[in-house]
């Protein structure tokens, strides 16, 4: 168990590219965090850093009380669970598990009870004689979460573990994830692009845009309270609404549409306003014109995406309410509303 | 890989009917076959035939009654200028040179891929180009200077001196470069975490992933010194270093001594010589078949 914490870590790459800008933050003992960004974003190249798979071009990593910038992935007391997991192909799913154990200097004895221990919590007990190639994607997976297991490391580092499984499995080895991390108490740090992942597993969020932090936050703040336009447009799906509006003597307007709600700062002049598609009423006296053009029938929900004053705009409706094509009439929840920086694209 | 094989099965449960170009491809197939199996037919056929016979009547088609005769002298006789090597010593001979030059071959190839592919060496391409360029020299144009080499180390008539100038290979260290360059590299790194050096990596993973071209490479590799004639020809004059190639060839030159040479015993040391080639690729297609139908990586 150890707090991991990051101060000014940076990584430029021989050719020059710099993947992470300085970044600073600490993950605290027993959680979870999610780092969650577009392709490219530079998620892998910090946690390879953290992993000590990928040289720091400056900062300082500790992880519980010690700097690790010099020292061998080995040692870190780490454990990762890669894309592609990573098995020993020409190994036994027991073989694989107790690798690690075994180059330790493990006694066989504890080695074998560790593995079927570790095995038996991911049900993995009849599958331990198997190679990796007569298992299915589900079951790899759980194989390489027994390889991180069975060390019983300081840290678990996840390097988009889900992406190569179907949406259902996906779903399940999300719950199971997690449920194990809590189980364990182990410090860990996961990257995914999905922001669905991120949101259900992480105590905290933090979210990378071209190698810079965007925000850090629990998956509600960063719901309900995106720090700029990038975040809120990158986590949600359907993403945020996010039109062009100014602030008027106090009062947000939308391109002639009134008094739509007070301005929270003494803002003046163009801003960005931003708002959830599930905080957006169907309403005969609303207040603003909305104009739909493409019906989505989701289910439990129902989506339509249109036009407000001449910007692209969504709204979410449950199941039991009346949509039609073509013009309707919407009210905006005041509380729900988010202005940004039109500029920055920060939050005001 | 695994997909192609398992997936021709499918096609032989399609209705019967006479395919032309089948019975075509078969025709072409077993004329080949006949044609490659016809010359160790006629030396095993010809080989059961006393040397007068065979000096008279040529090439023989049907069986004698000297065959056992034959390869008993060919095997166990004493021979040669000294009087002392016989087939069995030969056979040893060319064992070692076979088996010595195929595992240094693919010893010093691995090592050498592995550092090439693995290590952030410095001039690790230019490194592999040279080793590549040494396939344009290989060993009938630099021939004297490797004798010298060899004679000035005094190592001429040892089997070191006959395997080890030999075992450097370009083409093997090219074929395990391509293969480690495609196992995936998340291996080396989940490796490293669980606490694998490199010499650990190397023994625990990459040596038993690459154990079909292994086994490619044992093959061609033995199959090539099995087969040397001209290097051993120039670096051991001790007849007891003589592999079968020679030993052949030395029961035809006694010709010029002016009696009738042993034909049929040198057929007989033919058909030995041939068994281990044979033997090897039979031995080894198993883990071929095994490596391809086991989508291992
Ligand atoms: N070895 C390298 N040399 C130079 N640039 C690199 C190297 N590895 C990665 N990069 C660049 O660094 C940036 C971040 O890469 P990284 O692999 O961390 O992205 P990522 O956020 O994990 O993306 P994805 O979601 O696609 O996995 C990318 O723009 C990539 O092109
Ligand atoms: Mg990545």
């Not at chain 1, 605290?28 to 577009?38: I, M």
């Not at chain 1, 071009?57 to 910038?69: A, P, Q, S, W, Y």
């Not at chain 1, 509600?220 to 720090?227: D, G, Q, R």
């Not at chain 1, 493409?294 to 709204?315: N, S």
């Amino acid at each position: 168990m150890a707090q991991v914490s990051l101060e000014g870590i940076r990584k430029v790459y021989p050719n020059g590219f710099q993947a992470v800008e300085a970044t600073d933050f600490t993950i605290r003992d027993g959680e979870f965090v999610v780092l969650v960004g577009p392709s490219g974003c530079g998620k892998s190249t910090l946690l390879r850093m953290i992993a000590g798979l990928e040289d720091i071009t400056e900062g300082t990593l500790k992880i519980g009380d010690r700097v690790v910038n010099d020292v061998d992935p080995a040692d870190r007391d780490i454990a990762m669970v890669f894309q592609n997991y990573a098995l020993y192909p020409h190994m036994t799913v027991r073989r694989n598990i107790g690798y690690g154990l075994k180059n330790r200097g493990t006694p066989a004895s504890e080695i074998a009870a560790k593995v079927e221990d570790a095995a038996r919590m991911l049900n993995l007990t009849d599958y331990l004689d198997r190679k990796p190639a007569q298992l299915s994607g589900g079951q790899r997976q759980r194989v390489a979460m027994g390889r991180a297991v069975v060390r019983d490391p300081a840290l678990f580092l996840f390097d988009e573990p889900l992406s190569n499984l179907d949406a259902k499995l996906r779903n399940q080895m999300r719950i199971e994830i997690k449920a194990l991390q809590r189980r364990l108490g182990t410090t860990a740090v996961y990257v995914t692009h999905d922001q669905v992942e991120a949101m259900t597993m992480a105590d905290r969020i933090i979210v990378l845009n071209a190698g810079r932090i965007e925000q850090i936050g629990t998956p509600s703040e960063i719901y309900h309270n995106p720090a700029s336009t990038f975040v809120a447009s990158f986590m949600g799906a359907p993403p945020m609404n996010l039109i062009a509006a100014q602030v008027d003597r106090g009062q947000v307007r939308i391109n002639g549409y009134d008094g739509i709600m007070p301005a929270p700062t003494s803002a003046n002049g163009p801003v960005t306003l931003g708002i959830r598609p599930e905080d957006i009423e169907l309403d005969g006296q609303g207040s603003v014109p909305f104009q739909v053009d493409i019906l989505e029938e989701l289910g439990a929900h129902r989506l339509l995406h249109g036009q407000l004053a001449g910007q692209p705009f969504t709204v979410l409706i449950n199941k039991d309410h009346a949509a039609q094509m073509g013009e309707n009439r919407i009210t905006l929840k005041p509380e729900a509303l988010r202005l940004f920086d039109t500029e920055t694209g920060r939050t005001l | 890989m695994a997909d192609t094989t398992l997936e021709t099965p499918a096609v032989a449960h399609r209705p019967r009917k006479i395919r032309w170009h089948a019975i075509g491809d078969h025709l072409v197939l077993i004329l080949g076959s006949l044609l490659m199996i016809l010359p160790p037919l006629l030396a095993l056929t010809t080989a059961s035939h006393d040397a007068v016979t065979i000096h008279r009547e040529g090439l023989q088609l049907t069986l004698g009654d000297d065959l056992g005769k034959n390869f008993h002298a060919a095997m166990f006789e004493k021979g040669g200028f000294t009087q002392t090597v016989d087939g069995t010593l030969m056979l040893m001979n060319s064992l070692i040179l076979g088996i010595g030059f195929a595992v240094g071959k693919i010893v010093i190839s691995m090592m050498a891929a592995y550092a090439i592919v693995y290590f952030r060496l410095r001039f690790a391409t230019l490194a592999f180009w040279v080793i590549f360029t040494t396939l344009l020299l290989p060993l009938e144009v630099r021939i004297l200077p490797s004798y010298e080499a060899i004679q000035k180390l005094g190592l001429t008539n040892t089997y070191t001196g006959l395997i080890v100038p030999l075992i450097a290979s370009a083409t093997g260290t090219f074929f395990f470069r391509q293969f480690f360059m495609s196992v995936p590299e998340e291996l080396a790194e989940a490796a490293r975490i669980d606490g694998a050096g490199p010499w650990k990596f190397f023994i625990d993973i990459l040596v038993p992933l690459s154990r079909t071209m292994i086994a490619a490479i044992f093959i061609i590799m033995f199959v090539f010194g099995w087969n040397q004639y001209l290097w051993p020809t120039l670096i051991t004059t001790d007849e007891s270093f003589f592999t079968l190639v020679r030993g052949i060839k030395q029961i035809v030159l006694s010709y010029t001594d002016g009696q009738i040479p042993e034909h049929g015993q040198a057929l007989a040391l033919a058909i030995v010589a041939m068994i281990p080639p044979v033997a090897i690729v039979i031995f080894f297609q198993n883990w071929f078949v095994k490596g391809l139908t086991e989508s291992d990586k």
